[in-house]
Antibody, heavy 120, light 110 residues
Framework: QLQLQESGPGLVKPSETLSLTCTVS??????????WGWIRQSPGKGLEWIAS???????YHNPSLKSRVTISVDTSKNQFSLKLRSVTATDTAVYYC????????????WGQGTLVTVSS | QSALTQPPSASGSPGQSVTISCTGT?????????VSWYQQHPGKAPKLMIY???KRPSGVPDRFSGSKSGNTASLTVSGLQAEDEADYYC??????????FGGGTKLTVL
């Protein structure tokens, strides 16, 4: 069974870079037909897609965050990562890593989520 | 890209039916048949309930159904049960590998 697990600091200072890693188990991140990505949820708010990368390595970003986001993959470790630069308090959120099925264009697997707080 | 519009709340009594709407534009909901719905209980990750506008993943009760008309997609929950009380989010493909979510609807079972 596919499992995704987020890891990274739970507290980041304003203006610094938020870095998270998602470790995938029970399946290969190189499998064709899937996108891997990050979605966040601010406290008491809705969901926001951040960025995705395809099994072939192409990357896609939410236009509103594109200038601050880097998404990358390490196939040797079956992991993918997120970097969000120049964070502010508005970036405080639960960050989920997720898998999107290309065929159905739906997110069929989610990590449990990790809360990242931006505060000095 | 703007978030899709959902009503902030909806409610119904056990056994009743409730419909939640999700309004976008011709650039997202109206332009593609890639609307999905997710259920989220407090403190939990979202769960896929409907994909491709009308399809249910294996294991999702047939009490959940989806539809679309123009720029508005809808999720209908029939035969409401207590465990259906949760937040529901719609999402749609918006072209150029972009995705947009709705603001979420809190469903209360009275």
């Amino acid at each position: 069974q596919l499992q995704l697990q987020e890891s990274g600091p739970g507290l980041v200072k304003p203006s610094e870079t938020l870095s998270l890693t998602c470790t995938v188990s029970g399946g290969s991140i190189s499998s064709s037909g899937y996108y891997w990505g990050w979605i966040r949820q601010s406290p008491g708010k809705g969901l926001e897609w951040i960025a995705s990368l395809s099994y072939s390595g192409s990357t896609y970003h939410n236009p509103s965050l594109k200038s601050r986001v880097t998404i990358s993959v390490d196939t040797s470790k079956n992991q993918f990562s997120l970097k969000l630069r120049s964070v502010t308090a508005t970036d405080t959120a639960v960050y989920y890593c997720a898998r999107r099925d290309c065929g159905t264009c739906s997110v069929d697997s989610w990590g449990q989520g990790t809360l990242v707080t931006v505060s000095s | 890209q703007s978030a899709l519009t959902q009503p902030p709340s909806a409610s119904g009594s056990p056994g009743q039916s409730v419909t939640i709407s999700c309004t976008g534009t011709s650039s997202d909901v109206g332009g593609y048949n890639y609307v999905s719905w997710y259920q989220q209980h407090p403190g939990k990750a979202p769960k896929l309930m409907i994909y491709d506008v009308t399809k249910r993943p294996s294991g999702v009760p047939d009490r959940f159904s989806g539809s679309k008309s123009g720029n508005t997609a809808s999720l209908t929950v029939s035969g409401l049960q207590a465990e259906d009380e949760a937040d529901y989010y719609c999402t749609s493909y918006a072209g150029s590998n972009n995705w947009v979510f709705g603001g979420g609807t809190k469903l209360t079972v009275l």
